[in-house]
Nanobody, 115 residues
Framework: QVQLVESGGGLVQPGGSLRLSCAAS????????MTWYRQASGKERELVAT???????SYGDSVKGRFTISRDNAKNTVYLQMNSLKPEDTAVYYC?????????WGQGTQVTVSS
């Protein structure tokens, strides 16, 4: 079955960096668009970045210029490099793929930006 496993979250100071990873299995990874979402406590889930099967990318306005999404099709993995982190980036970050007729989610990884 389709499975997504995120890793790389943690506690970081404002201005710092983190790289999240999402290992995918159960589908032909290279054929699918992959998306990172995040959800802060008490807020709705927000789209962060998408990388298409063509490797083109798209970003939410709040992270443009600070975050970079990439993929390694040989490793079935999608990454999110997060730089210049701000306290408002604190959230649970989810990897996701729309597979056949439904959206599949990973379990999420917590990112906390605090001094």
């Amino acid at each position: 079955q389709v499975q997504l496993v995120e890793s790389g979250g943690g506690l970081v100071q404002p201005g710092g960096s983190l790289r999240l990873s999402c290992a995918a299995s159960g589908f032909t990874f290279s054929n699918y668009h992959m998306t990172w979402y995040r959800q802060a406590s008490g807020k709705e889930r927000e789209l962060v970045a998408t990388i298409f099967s063509t490797a083109s990318t798209s970003y939410g306005d709040s992270v443009k210029g600070r975050f970079t999404i990439s993929r390694d099709n040989a490793k079935n993995t999608v990454y999110l490099q997060m730089n210049s982190l701000k306290p408002e980036d604190t959230a649970v970050y989810y990897c996701s793929v729309f597979y056949v007729t439904s959206r599949v989610w990973g379990q999420g990884t917590q990112v906390t930006v605090s001094s």
